[in-house]
């Protein structure tokens, strides 16, 4: 495994997908500072300055893209929950990676993968959590409700030692859920989740769908109950 660390970068996945070729299974990059962070469907991710984490991962797995890798996003965020409870807080997670406290978000994951026609030339999956932030600039995040480890805490955060001991947390998980799959860290991503049980709607797309959420199922869907209906999803947003 082996870490670059830049000072600024447009967005280390940028910097991860360009330069994918020259980089090992399990090279980290690492920036300071992102210019262009990005999130899921061209949303933003915002830098709040210095003492927050931008990181990713590049993985290369196998050759051809395989289902399961789809829920490594989901490993991270479990990864990430088991970290931040040894910082003596209280994570949940919701469906399909984001990491709360209180229901405020302090992370975001973006996995992209990158082929070559049908040859998968690697995965690239992004991770930026929030650990030194001010509070008046966590108030100006669009849309939606944040938080930072610092402000949770009222302490500062080391930035480096977070990365390790996420690093590790990952690891620790990576190399047997590809061989087992979601089963895996199913019951770890389970009892960390704050949407089941409950009435949800799920922006897929361009539509809103409605539905009790009744479980995750051993691929990481969610399986919502519409009236008598089950309704699997792969992707979408909990609003
Ligand atoms: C995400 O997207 O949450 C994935 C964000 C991934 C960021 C990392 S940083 C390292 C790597 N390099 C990149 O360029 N990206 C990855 P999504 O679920 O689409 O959520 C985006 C939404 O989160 C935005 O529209 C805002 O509402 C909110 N948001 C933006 N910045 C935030 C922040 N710093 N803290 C909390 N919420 C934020």
Redesign the pocket.
Known sequence: MKVIRLEKVD????YAKLNIENFADKTIVHALS?TS?????N????D?GEGNL???FVLKPSDVYKEEYSNITQVLSVALCKVLENYGLFPEIKWPN?VLIDGK?IA???SESVMSGSLLKGIVL???V?LNAKSEDITS????I?TSLNLELGTDINMEHFADELIAQFFALYDEFLKIGFEYIADDYIERNCFLNKELNVQVFDNVITGLAKSINDRGELVLLNEDKELVLTIGDIL
Not at 43 to 46: A, D, G, I, P, T
Request: proline fraction near 3%; charged fraction near 20%.
């Open positions: 967005s280390t996945n940028n992102q962070g990005r999130g899921r469907l949303r933003s991710w915002v709040l931008f990181m990713s984001d978000k975001g994951i973006l992004g991770i930026g929030n995040i669009p849309n939606k944040a």
